[in-house]
């Protein structure tokens, strides 16, 4: 799996956009951007993925950059349930008959303020 | 998504005895993963289990201390052997789902 870099905290104002960053410099063509959260000792939770296209889901935005070495998640109104540890990690999609380990980072701790 | 339960949620042990973790997949998955999270660290994968073989160990975790069973295609369970105070985690386990990677609610250890 690649390396991911991320910063270790951020602070958001509740109903403002939270923009989490990912660095992914050495990503391989065939590896998607995967975010995961995990609230207070909860297990990690998926938010979304993609490979190169920008992504938006129920939950979240994803934004890849054109030569997919960055990415940024995009939580559009942030609420204090969304304060957690956000994980961004790449890796191949799952593929038939075989398996790939998923290695976590450090991640970025959101703290969202009232 | 892959519902995943975990028991027990939560449990304290005495050094020198061993805990049995259960894990239940609510669908029939080929590998099922085991993670340790130490308290203020991030996820650190164990071992991984294939039903009907051998777990494969990562590097730091062998299978005296951590043993693993994996009689079918939904459940497994991960032992932590002859406990100290160090193992004092939360361990989850993990499957891989259609769309991602799903965990379970974790069994949180406190070992005195």
């Known amino acids: 799996d690649a390396k991911t870099t991320q910063p270790p905290s951020m602070d958001c104002a509740e109903g403002r956009a939270a923009n989490l960053p990912c660095n992914h410099s050495?990503?391989?063509?065939?590896?998607?951007v995967y975010w995961y959260r995990q609230i207070h000792s909860q297990g990690p939770q998926y938010i979304i993925h993609?490979?190169?296209n920008n992504e938006t889901n129920e939950m979240a935005s994803l934004i890849i950059t054109e030569d997919r070495k960055s990415s940024t998640l995009i939580l559009p109104h942030a609420t204090l349930r969304d304060t957690a540890v956000y994980y961004c990690?790449?890796?191949?999609?799952?593929?038939?008959?075989?398996?790939?380990?998923?290695?976590f980072g450090t991640g970025t701790k959101l703290q969202v303020i009232p | 998504s892959a519902v995943i339960s975990q028991k027990p949620s939560r449990d304290i042990c005495q050094r020198g005895t061993s805990l049995t973790i259960q894990c239940q997949v609510d669908?029939?998955?080929?590998?099922m993963f085991w993670y340790r999270q130490q308290p203020g660290q991030s996820l650190t994968l164990i071992a991984t289990?294939?039903?009907?073989?051998?777990?494969?160990?990562e590097s730091g975790f062998v299978i005296d201390k951590f043993p693993i069973s994996r009689p079918n295609l939904t459940f497994s369970t991960l032992t932590v052997s002859n406990m100290s105070p160090e193992d004092s985690s939360i361990y989850l386990c993990?499957?891989?789902?259609?769309?991602?990677?799903?965990f379970g609610p974790g069994t949180r250890l406190t070992v005195l």
């Open positions: 993609g490979l190169k």
């Open positions: 050495t990503i391989s063509g065939n590896e998607y």
């Open positions: 289990a294939n039903q009907g073989s051998e777990a494969t160990y």
């Open positions: 993990s499957v891989e789902g259609q769309v991602a990677m799903y």
């Open positions: 990690i790449v890796r191949v999609a799952r593929r038939t008959g075989g398996y790939q380990k998923v290695t």
């Open positions: 669908s029939q998955v080929t590998m």
